[in-house]
């Protein structure tokens, strides 16, 4: 399913991206990797170039359309039109609500929304004629609220409702569109986090435990071909979805007792 194809991966050059570039090229996939730091692509390349793998990289902004759109192009021009396009270049900030800036709220939205939303304006011309794949990367907190991610939130919940109703646009053009909602899992965002976040964040996004990455990356592949809409890797993680959206009201009592235990009152 993926050899020869070409596939780009946005936030390709770190954590889940680079990871199922990794194994995507391992599969003999042209992965084709997007990110801003070229110092961190650079290395991402030599990684996958040490297995073997065809990789190219491309240094740009996914929340500037102009920056995205031009290098797609170069990607036509230089490797071939992409086949998949995988967005998983993402951003997190975590706070409580009443601390975080208006532009806080803006620069995740700019990145975690608009970053897909351009991506995907700039390859669809040539995934529609492939009959291509577009994965888009949001969050378990893409379907739940969770405390301190009133700003990571808005912008995955965003993409959910772009996703569900892009699938709709895209089937009769015979492109596949998937959503994955991982929950939390170790790379360099979460080892940021860690040092920052508030107890009451981590009290309840541990809810459900953290997964390794290679449990993220098998799962999304697994469902990107068996075809599925919604991935969302981590067995325990698909049952605790599941028992969220049929009972809510469970799991905001669960989540308020958890929430209470750590709770810092800051007398705002
Ligand atoms: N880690 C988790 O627990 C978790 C859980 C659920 C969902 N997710 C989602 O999974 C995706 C990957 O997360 P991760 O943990 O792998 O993150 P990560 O290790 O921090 O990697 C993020 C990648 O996105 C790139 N990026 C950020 N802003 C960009 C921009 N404006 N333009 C182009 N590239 C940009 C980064 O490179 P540069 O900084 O060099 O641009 C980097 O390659 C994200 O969408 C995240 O929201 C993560």
Redo the contacts with the bound molecule.
Sequence with gaps: MFKGKNIVI??????????TAKELAARGAVVIL????KE??EAAKNEIMKIGGSVHVFS?????IESITETFKKIEAEVGPPDILI??????REGYFDKLPVETFREVI???YF?VLNSIKAALPFIIKRNGRIVN?????GLMGVFGYTT?CSS?FALVGLTESLRYEMKPLGVKVHLV??????????E?LNDTRTPENKAHTLTIP?YD?DTMVKDTIKGIEKGKFLIVPGKFCRLTILGARHFPAITRFVSDFRIRQVFVNRNI
């Design positions: 946005t936030g390709g050059s770190s954590g889940l991206g680079l990871a997007i990110a801003r730091n961190k692509l740009s902004d996914v929340s500037k967005n998983s270049a993402g951003i997190l700019e990145t975690n970053g990367i949001s969050s378990v907190a990571y995955k909602c991982p929950s939390e899992f170790a790379s360099p965002m979460t940021h953290e990455i």
